[in-house]
């Protein structure tokens, strides 16, 4: 059974920086692109960043760029994201996302990790 | 960048349809993913290609898409059925993976 536990959340103040994991298990990890999806409190789903199975190609939301870093550790079965530079508007719970190999949805997710960013 | 439009709400009596549209310019030439996601949890794929249901999900959700419209159909309402819905596609201008504003299913 896929499983994706994403953790790191926490308060941050504008400007810091701040790093969250998934940690996942019950799949082959390093055949799935995969992907962070975040969610501001009361607000929709706005996608963020993608990175291929072997880690070798990123994109990321424009609202984004420049500030965040997707990565992975397939050794370790775990997806990062790096945010920099934060700001108010970041706040969030952030979600990971799986992505099956050349189709274009998300068949699997995680709980969920809360950045509040706020002075 | 490429815009999804959903009607904020839709309220449906137990045993009805509720049908959830997904508005986006030539939408019928993209394939659309739909999502449900109920209060303090994870979004959970309803359907994938425009119609296909992962396992799992009851035969009760179909979808269809043409032209600048897709439409998300749950048939027998059950009252657990309530929760937000949004669609999603890939777009190659903008933002790839788009969302569409989500809609608020009440049964």
């Known amino acids: 059974q896929v499983h994706l536990v994403e953790s790191g959340g926490g308060v941050v103040q504008p400007g810091k920086s701040l790093r969250v994991s998934c940690a996942a298990s019950?799949?082959?990890?390093?055949?799935?692109?995969l992907h962070w999806v975040r969610q501001a409190p009361g607000k929709g789903l706005e996608w963020v960043a993608l990175?291929?199975?072997?880690?070798?190609?990123?994109v990321y939301a424009d609202s984004v760029k420049g500030r965040f870093t997707i990565s992975r550790d397939n050794s370790k079965n775990t997806l990062f994201l790096q945010m920099n530079s934060l700001r108010p508007e970041d706040t969030a719970v952030y979600y990971c996302?799986?992505?099956?190999?050349?189709?274009?949805?998300?068949?699997?997710w995680g709980q969920g990790t809360l950045v509040t960013v706020s002075s | 960048s490429y815009v999804l439009t959903q009607p904020p709400s839709v309220s449906v009596a137990p045993g009805q349809t509720a049908r959830i549209t997904c508005e986006g310019s030539?939408?019928?030439?993209?394939?659309v993913h739909w999502y449900q996601q109920k209060p303090g949890q994870a979004p959970v794929l309803v359907l994938y290609d425009d119609r296909d249901r992962p396992s799992g999900i009851p035969d009760r959700f179909s979808g269809s898409n043409s032209g600048n419209t897709a439409t998300l159909t749950i048939n027998r309402v059950e009252v657990g059925d309530g929760a937000d819905y949004y669609c999603?596609?890939?777009?190659?201008?903008?933002?790839?993976?788009?969302f569409g504003t989500g809609t608020q299913v009440t049964v």
């Open positions: 999603q596609v890939w777009d190659n201008s903008g933002d790839p993976y788009v």
């Open positions: 990175i291929s199975y072997n880690g070798k190609y990123e």
């Open positions: 996302a799986r992505q099956p190999s050349g189709l274009s949805h998300f068949d699997s």
């Open positions: 019950g799949f082959s990890f390093s055949s799935f692109p």
């Open positions: 030539d939408i019928g030439e993209k394939t």
